[in-house]
């Protein structure tokens, strides 16, 4: 559906004075998926999905929207993909003297399309996300959740077929972004819309994406299934959102370093999932190590309805105990993740 093909955005003069903000990304977004791209404060991800519709342009290769090259159009070209492309944002950008009727109607108005048409349309929109009888509230008297509510619908007034969440839920409480989250869900399963949304938080992605790419710094250092990502990360950057996002007790949380001091344990985090699920491999650890084991925290989990378990040890970083644990993993296929240090 959108096809990043060497695209990159550079800001200002090339040269000195210039910024790279996106560099060479290639990256394929499936059709009635929804895709997550996550990554931290300035690593490149509102201006990679502005690529999208053409809010930037890109000023080295290409994105493709079904095969259109975004980077080709001319005015009118622009306006007619934007139509076919619905975005909601972090603050929301509704109109605050427009009533909830009227934001979501403003897309409809500005293609032309007669009051009948859009009466008929925008009710069962409202209705859609919930909001049927806030029909004539303005955003001022509207809750967050409410207000993304309204931004969701807006943004489907014009039957687009893809829909680009710029942190949609980063000004949410979490119960309010679970039930954004499921609303995109469901708007995806029901209208078969392909979602691209980026966010700083893992849990979104955890929560909603079938796939996941991960940004750092302008480029794409990871990218998979969600499940593949989350249960065994590969790029530094993607562990690093993935501890942040581990709930981890607090006293743990806060005695993590990342290196060791004289006496420190080393801190891992074990991924069951598949075959390592079934099979008593923790008790073999203790055994295998002969030193002890201590179990910190654990939690079963699921991605797209796959489960995985994640349970959290320590053991001494003494290094010949390190090689019997990294050796056993080697031999098992045990997914591990050396989280750091503690005392
Ligand atoms: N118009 C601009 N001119 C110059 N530099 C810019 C411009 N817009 C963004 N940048 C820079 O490009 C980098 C990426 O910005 P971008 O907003 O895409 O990141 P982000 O991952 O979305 O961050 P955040 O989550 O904080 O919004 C940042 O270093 C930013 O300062």
Redesign the pocket.
């Known amino acids: 559906m959108v096809a990043f093909e060497g695209a990159g955005k550079r ?2 003069p090339a040269g000195e004075g210039g ?1 790279t ?2 560099e060479s990304v290639d990256l394929t977004v499936g059709r009635g998926a929804i895709t997550g791209i996550i ?10 999905i502005r690529m999208v519709n053409g809010l930037e342009a890109v000023t080295c290769g290409k994105v493709l929207v079904d095969g259109v090259d975004v980077g080709g159009l001319g005015e009118d070209g622009l306006r007619s993909l934007r139509r076919q492309i619905g975005m909601i944002f972090q603050h929301f950008n509704l109109l605050s003297s427009r009533t909830a009727f009227d934001n979501v109607a403003l897309p409809l108005e500005i293609a032309g399309v007669d009051k009948k048409t859009i009466r008929a349309k925008v009710g069962p929109l409202l209705d859609l996300v919930g909001l049927g009888e806030k029909a004539g509230s303005y955003p001022s008297e509207l809750s967050g959740g409410q207000k993304q509510r309204i931004g969701i619908a807006r943004a489907l007034a014009t039957d687009p077929k893809l829909l680009l969440s710029d ?1 949609a839920t980063s000004a949410l409480d979490p119960e309010t972004t679970q039930s954004i989250l499921e609303l995109l869900k469901r708007i995806n399963a029901e209208l078969g819309l392909t979602v691209l949304l ?1 966010t ?1 938080e893992m849990e979104v992605v955890k929560t909603i994406a079938s796939h996941v790419a991960v ?1 750092d710094a ?1 480029r794409i250092v990871e990218s998979g299934r969600t499940f593949d990502v989350y249960t065994n990360p590969q790029h530094e950057t993607t562990r690093t959102l993935l501890a942040s996002a581990l709930k981890l007790p607090h006293w743990l949380r806060s005695a993590v370093k990342p290196q060791p001091a004289a006496g420190d344990r080393v801190l891992v985090r074990l991924v069951f999932f598949g075959d390592t699920a079934f099979r008593p491999l923790t008790g073999r650890l203790v055994t295998e190590l002969g030193s002890d084991v201590n179990i910190l925290a654990g939690a079963i989990e699921e991605i797209s309805g796959e489960p995985f378990g994640s349970l959290v040890v320590s053991y001494s970083a003494e290094p010949d105990v390190v090689a019997r644990a990294n050796r056993f993993y080697a031999e098992t296929g045990l997914v591990t993740e050396v989280l750091g240090y503690v005392p």
């Open positions: 800001y200002g910024f903000a996106v990554g931290r404060s300035g690593a490149g991800k509102s201006t990679l942190e980026i700083h940004i302008g």
